[in-house]
């Protein structure tokens, strides 16, 4: 089989790092620092019609941590509860062996991947970050303009210097905001997809099991 794509690139939470109850890293850390649930709700309704831009919304969230006073220790071991997907690590391992380039475009937090996967093999990853001081306060973040819209973005960005093209890319994720990013690329998979809107989208939908279904694609 000739090979039709070069670089994979991959959605983070919900794809690749998962919570035992669904939640992404957000929702998760909210809970564990006190945001009302009805309040995680509310912010998403008013990001989505557009009263909320998407770098005010990471700036509430975090600001509620930081008054809530978290440490970098307590954030890491809440992370802890995440886990590499069923199949991630083996997946992820065989695509680098075929020699497929690999990168990841995330609505997460850096320090959920540094948690759960620092071994990664990912050759850039776009996500939102946090910074904290020595004393393992919140120092600061910076919100990506790679999320929803931006996904398709940091694609265009990656294919930018031109060894890569956006057709010889494939994309993975499972949720709304992975939509704009599918549609820009080559071969597009739907794992897991909570969004139907996605799946409607995607050339492959793999809707249980491993994420090593993805190697009989990736030749
Ligand atoms: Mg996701």
């Given at each position: 089989?000739?090979?039709?794509?070069?670089?994979?690139?991959?959605?983070?939470?919900?794809?690749?790092?998962?919570?035992?109850?669904g939640k992404v890293v957000w929702q998760h850390l909210c809970h564990r620092f006190g945001t009302p649930i009805e309040v995680n709700h509310a912010r998403l309704k008013q990001h989505v019609s557009g009263e909320l831009s998407y770098a005010d919304w990471v700036r509430l969230d975090i600001e509620d941590w930081q008054r809530a006073g978290a440490r970098r220790s307590q954030v890491v071991d809440?992370?802890?509860?995440?886990r590499l997907r069923e199949g991630a690590r083996a997946a992820l391992?065989?695509?680098?062996?075929?020699?497929?380039?690999?990168?990841?475009?995330?609505?997460?937090?850096d320090i959920l991947v540094e948690t759960v996967f620092p071994d990664h093999p990912f050759e850039r990853i776009f996500s939102n970050r946090i910074f904290?001081?020595?004393?393992?306060?919140i120092s600061g973040w910076e919100a990506?303009?790679?999320?929803?819209?931006?996904?398709?973005?940091?694609?265009?960005?990656?294919?930018?210097?031109?060894?890569?093209?956006?057709?010889r890319m494939a994309f993975v994720g499972d949720d709304i905001n992975d939509v704009d990013a599918a549609k820009a690329v080559?071969?597009?998979?739907?794992?897991?997809?909570?969004?139907?809107e996605l799946a409607a989208c995607c050339d492959l939908i793999i809707r249980e099991g491993s994420l090593e279904?993805?190697?009989e694609y990736l030749p």
């Open positions: 089989m000739t090979r039709s794509i070069d670089m994979v690139v991959f959605d983070i939470d919900g794809t690749l790092i998962v919570h035992p109850t809440a992370l802890r509860e995440f391992s065989e695509l680098e062996r075929r020699g497929y380039r690999l990168a990841a475009v995330s609505g997460t937090l904290f001081d020595d004393d393992g306060a990506t303009p790679f999320d929803f819209d931006g996904k398709a973005t940091a694609l265009r960005e990656l294919a930018s210097d031109g060894t890569v093209s956006l057709e080559g071969f597009s998979v739907a794992h897991h997809p909570r969004s139907e279904q993805l190697l």
